[in-house]
């Protein structure tokens, strides 16, 4: 009875998982809460960078002088001003993965709450590019905390069954950000005051407040507290989030699993000093299928391909974009639009992704972006300069962020929050998204210099960069991304040992962690008993 906790082994591979009750889905829902704010703070920005009182402060150009066709930021600002959060955000999520398994993953992300909001109250009292950029650099860590802990952390205490579901809840909540950044963008972009600016800025304290403060009521995730071998800390959150009694047969067995494949992984990979636990990431052979190098460079590369799918493009620059076509006369209402579909469309992942799968959905979501990618692009060389070519080419835009929403959106973040071992979870997801704001602030940097009409001015020739990266994804899809569906997470590790990517799907579970550990004991114990005979 390890902490005072009584823990009962069991082979049945579908009692490995209390049942669970809606109070218990309410709290794991509510950690999703926190897409809204990495949302928000997202999609503001290219809204602000479009504002006629902004690019005076910042440039001292005059509107009612400057040409329209003049009357912009220099790409080089565009780009620090966008790019600086993601490099924040990148060191922000590999601090991380230390916090969470010291003091936990639910106070990192309220920790991560208060440097967002140190970060916002310095943009707000911007009135240049420099302390601008600084309160985005200060925020971007902030954010990269939230970021990579909330799907750890709503990885690890949400139910199987809706697992998928409710970190897709994230990504919802995400669009969700993006559209109350373009509704309040679009409310202040003919002010004439620093209001127009600074109000949208602000308004990212309210969701910091609400996640901070609501995560203060939360429990712990129990995957920590078997971490830090507190066993009667995980018993006491995991009926919590179960709405179990302590002493429940269901509460003894998941625990008793949860515990097992703990220690089948530290027989594997034995933790060492603070610089071994960062190694460990990345041991083991690329032929070895469940390797944890192998599962930190899906968990990087899935990141990264998410990024390549060019959806940041939109939502970063998409109102400077649709102002370069010349066609479009209201291009804040446009990128307000782009938004909507993207919020109205994630909730289709809900059902999807535990419906179909994740596998699936990624596959051919890769596949049906790059043919929206290259028609875009068609259109756009062929017939730019018609008003209705460009009101078709929004068209497929819109049906492109459909399917990002519904497939890469949420899918992404859904699998890098169950492909890791206990041992190394908190710091496999950490560099996973990491690595998906090294490639957001990559993607930053470079896009103004791309399509902007003082540098490389692509305009819609950039969709077919976007396509031929899409095409990428759609491979990489197909041979590297495994089906988790209806698994738990230790039932996941099991998995990608047994199979590869592309026979995940027919693999079911056919024994439990604690069952055979249990077993290796008492070979270990009747081993000892024949020696010493």
Known sequence: MPGGVVLTATSDVNRVEAPVTLKAYLMCAFAAFGGIFFGYDSGYISGVMGMNYFITLLTGLDPETTPSSQFALPSWKKSAITSILSAGTFFGALMAGDFADYIGRRITIILGCIVFIVGVILQTASASFGLLVAGRLVAGFGVGFVSAIIILYMSEIAPRKVRGALVSGYQFCITIGLLLASCVDYGTQNRTDSGSYRIPIALQMAWALILGTGLLFLPESPRYYVKKDRLDKAAEVL?????????????????????????????LVPQGNYFDSWFNCFKGGLRNRSSNLRRTILGTSLQMMQQWTGINFIFYFGTTFFQELGTISNPFLMSLVTTLVNVCSTPVSFWAIEKVGRRPLMVWGAFAMLVCEFIVAIIGVTDGKNPSAVKAMISIICIYIFFFAATWGPGAWVVIGEIFPLPIRSRGVALSTASNWLWNCIIAVITPYMVGSDKGNLGAKVFFIWGALCTCCFVYAYFLIPETKGLTLEQVDRMLEECTPRASSKWVPHSTFAADMGLMEEKSAEQTIEHKV
Do not use: F
């Open 239 to 267: 009926s919590r989030l179960r709405g179990q009694p302590r002493d429940s047969e269901y509460i003894q067995q998941e625990l008793a699993e949860i515990v097992a494949n703990n220690e089948y992984e530290l027989q």
